[in-house]
């Protein structure tokens, strides 16, 4: 254990590090500067990474326990870090993980804190210690650490592997089965909007679902092969299950609706802009935009495409973007608010910093409905679930000039986060 003074020493010197690490990385001009100075920047910056990133490391726990994480509103620490980092959601969370993993091993911490490892074998170190190893993990700790600190990455995962397998044979133990991604055995299906209009879906089936969705896909194949559907057929098998998929779809929406199932496509306008642009010359008028709810821009040929199998509803606003009065005609939103509150929104909650996608999410009164508030689009909000609880909870929320204005309990505005989650 360290006393204080023993602890000021530890920071003063790590401190004084950093600082030369700093002036080492960019005291030089990159013009004039030699081959080996250049190469001496490179390593300054390495290691003063392995130095802050450590630091953070440490401090993790102490910083999920203060819950300042949720005093802008976020949902979760990972939330939080993305958005006053903008670092990737996956980096955010290994992060945290390799932070509150680290603080039950003392070796590791104190490397950490030394900034004697860097943070991508933090996390080797954190992942290596699983609870079938974890008893050798804990008497191994210092040689790990000193093997982390004179191996790259790549080497140091290898070298970890090969300790693992030999920490099972001393322990008498099979490799573990490897977990499912999930913690129950439920399906569990992905959908990531991409370029273009495309997307990717990635679907995880029990056994038993899995049976059904391909005795399903083979027979709507089969059907079409026996029609003669498939006579001069170019597609992949790979294509034709996509396309079977496709139809299956479609036949079970329109089971509970009238006609076959279709997208809708939203056309957001500004009443004065149309009138404006029916002046302008076609030659000389801005070029148009469109993109995916949530999603990316989407190109013309796609757009095209699409809209010959679409339903299109045009949302036609004032010059402030406020359309579909119905004042206190009915309490709830009707279906073309919430049209209009996706257009608006993007897509997605519009608490600053949140992006829960609209279907998670439903429209809420800013005046509350029961205080005299009107349905009308200028006093709705679309919130995700975590949001409105807190609107619900003390959190006060008004339309200011540039949009929603968010305050917490004690009065204090919350501000944008740097970095956004989505364009």
């Keep these: 254990m360290f ?22 990385a960019l005291g030089i001009d990159p013009a004039t500067a030699t081959g080996p100075e ?52 996956s980096s955010a969370a290994a992060l945290r993980r390799t932070g509150l993993d680290v603080a039950a091993m003392p070796h590791v911490s104190a490397a950490a804190r030394a900034g004697r490892v860097p943070l991508s074998h933090l996390h080797l170190l954190a992942r290596a210690r699983r609870d079938e190893v974890a008893e050798v993990f804990d008497r191994d ?28 044979e001393e322990l008498g133990r099979n490799e573990p089965d490897s977990p499912p991604d999930h913690a129950s055995e439920a399906d569990t299906a992905r959908i990531v909007t991409g370029f273009a209009g495309r997307g990717l879906v990635t679907i995880d089936l029990s056994a038993v ?10 027979a709507r194949i089969e059907t079409w092969r026996r029609a003669g559907a498939l006579t001069e057929d170019t597609r992949t098998w790979e294509e034709l299950v996509a396309a079977a998929l496709d139809d299956l779809i479609a036949d079970g929406s329109a089971s509970s609706r009238r006609g076959q199932a279709r997208p809708l496509l939203i056309v957001l306008a500004k009443l004065g802009e149309l009138f404006d642009r029916a002046d302008i010359p076609a030659e000389q008028r801005e070029a148009w935009t469109a993109r995916i709810v949530g999603g990316g821009p989407i190109g013309q040929a796609a757009l095209r495409e699409l809209m010959e199998q679409a339903d299109l509803q045009l949302v036609v606003t004032d010059d402030d973007g406020e359309p579909l009065y119905v004042g206190r005609a009915r309490r709830l939103a009707t279906a073309a608010m919430l049209v209009a509150l996706i257009a608006r929104s993007g897509g997605t909650c519009e608490f600053p910093g949140c992006h829960a996608r609209h279907h998670r999410s439903h429209a809420h009164h ?31 929320m ?26």
Excluded at 367 to 377: E, K, N, Q, V
């Design 3 to 24: 006393d204080d003074r023993r602890i000021d020493e530890v920071t003063a010197a790590r401190r004084a590090r950093a600082h030369d690490l700093v002036d080492r």
């Design 366 to 396: 800013i005046s509350w409905w029961r205080h005299g508030g009107p349905t009308d689009i200028s006093n709705l909000a679309l919130l995700c679930p975590h949001h409105h609880r807190l609107v619900h909870r003390g959190w006060e």
């Design 398 to 423: 008004t339309r200011g000039p540039t949009g929603l204005v968010f305050r917490r309990p004690d009065g204090t505005t919350v501000d944008p986060p740097p970095f956004r989650q989505a364009a």
């Design 141 to 168: 700790e210092a040689q790990l650490v000193a093997e982390a600190e004179a191996r790259t990455a790549d080497s140091l995962s290898a070298w970890l592997r090969a300790w693992r397998y030999g920490a099972l």
């Design 38 to 89: 250049l190469t001496a920047a490179i390593e300054a910056r390495s290691e003063l990474a392995a130095v802050v990133d450590g630091a953070v490391v440490a401090a993790i726990p102490q910083w999920e326990a203060s819950l300042d994480w949720a005093a802008d509103g976020c949902s979760s620490p990972v939330v939080a870090v993305v958005n006053r980092t903008g670092a990737h959601r």
């Design 209 to 218: 679902s899995l049976a059904m969705w391909v005795e399903a896909i083979e």
